[in-house]
């Protein structure tokens, strides 16, 4: 494993993330922290071999706890959001990697920097998420679309997209499908008719 | 093998037409001598958009050998072509361009939708971004289920194509009734345009109708 702690010390509001091993980068520092570990004769992180995007829905977390008067008292826990964004850097020249990089931003306004100035490889992986998760790069130099087409609204990898209902049959629907499939099936009494 | 298409009003003595056989003297009707040449040389149309165009490559290379059935005349452009085999998943972003192939290619016209993902969305139905079958814009003539399927199934698919087309009827009045290709309607698809959500319209009601589904809730 890579030692992560010069760039802690280097970078003061670069946090480390201890479950995922990752350094949580704030969108100001991104592009210097990023230059900074291609360049130095340490790390010589020079491929950029993946980046992807996470949704993460708000939790609200219902928990009872008990009051000294015997009374049940509910505490509600809520946990914001997230948009983040995820790059594994690998370095070619000295053999080792990954670390991982996150830039974490918000659900309702998704921006972030753009990494393609320093890794050119990461130009089409930035627009897929930008297609599919619609985060903003700030200095990419040609941001649109790469999978959907250019009328395309919607950002279909978010948690909260809603599909279009374009199918109708499906041999044995379970759970979502399930759910989905009887809005298409005939009205309760047509069938019960139809069965008698 | 019968000389005469099952559906001719064509009437001659059995035991005379096997006489003159023997001496090597064929009584046929002219339409039946039209519609063997047109089913022994069908000419795909050659793309292929997905993992199922290997197994159609492979179909027309030398083991399966396509060529035996005179389809092996895979053209690269849709106006030398009769037969658009689908080979493979549809996305809808793909989608006006296959149409737009079929719409360039001249009548009589055949279609093959050659695996899952061709006849229904396969294992993409659930997703976003495929077609649910390619038989929801343009007109198609067989289906073939599969994943891929395999160079038999392929060629099973244009034998039933040769089967069809065999007992159309190019001649006479009756052709214009029975066969769509010489009614002399423009038989062009309508080209969807990409929508917001989705692709407008999400199919075309001429060749296509959602089904009902009758069963117990």
């Given at each position: 494993m890579i030692d992560l702690a010069p760039i802690l010390a280097k970078f003061p509001p670069v946090k480390h993330d201890a479950a995922a091993n990752a350094l949580i980068v704030p969108q100001a520092l991104a592009l210097e922290v990023a230059k900074w570990l291609r360049d130095d004769p340490a790390y010589?992180?020079?491929?950029?071999s993946n980046v992807a995007g996470v949704d993460t829905l708000p939790v609200e977390k219902k928990t009872k706890v008990k009051q000294p008067d015997g009374t049940d008292k509910e505490i509600v826990t809520k946990k914001p959001g997230s948009m983040e964004v995820v790059y594994h850097l690998y370095s070619m020249a000295l053999k080792h990697g990954p670390i991982t990089i996150k830039q974490v931003t918000t659900r309702e306004n998704p921006v972030v920097t753009s990494l393609t100035p320093i890794y050119r490889g990461a130009e089409f992986q930035e627009r897929e998420a930008f297609d599919l998760y619609g985060i903003q790069f700030e200095g990419h130099p040609d941001l649109r679309r790469i999978?959907?087409?250019?009328?395309f609204k919607d950002f279909p990898m978010r948690k909260d997209y809603v599909e279009p209902d374009d199918y109708e049959y499906e041999p044995t629907p379970h759970d979502a499908v399930l759910a989905k499939a009887k809005a298409h099936y005939p009205k309760a009494s047509t069938s019960t008719e139809a069965a008698s | 093998m019968t000389l005469l298409p099952t559906n001719t009003s064509f009437a001659a003595d059995e035991g005379l037409r096997s006489e003159l056989q023997k001496a090597g003297v064929f009584v046929v009707s002219l339409e039946w001598v039209y519609n063997w040449g047109r089913k022994s040389s069908i000419w795909p149309l050659g793309f292929g958009i997905a993992c199922c165009a290997i197994e159609m490559i492979c179909t027309a290379a030398a083991r399966f050998d396509l060529s035996r059935f005179g389809a092996e005349v895979f053209r690269p452009s849709p106006r030398q072509a009769d037969l658009m085999i689908v080979a493979g998943t549809v996305t809808k972003k793909m989608a006006p361009q296959v149409i737009r192939l079929y719409n360039q290619m001249p009548e009589p016209k055949y279609v093959i939708a050659m695996g899952a993902c061709a006849i229904s969305g396969g294992p993409f139905k659930q997703g976003y971004n495929v077609l649910k079958g390619v038989d929801r814009f343009i007109p198609v003539d067989v289906h073939i289920p599969g994943c891929p399927p395999r160079p038999e199934a392929l060629l099973h698919a244009l034998m039933t194509l040769q089967r069809k087309i065999e007992n159309q009827r190019t001649l006479g009045s009756d052709a214009r009734r029975t066969n769509p290709a010489y009614r002399g309607e423009n038989r062009e698809c309508p080209i969807p345009e990409f929508g917001e959500h989705d692709l407008v319209p999400p199919y075309n009601p001429e060749v296509w109708k959602p089904h009902t589904i009758v069963r117990e809730a």
């Open positions: 010589r992180m020079d491929y950029a999978l959907m087409w250019d009328e | -």
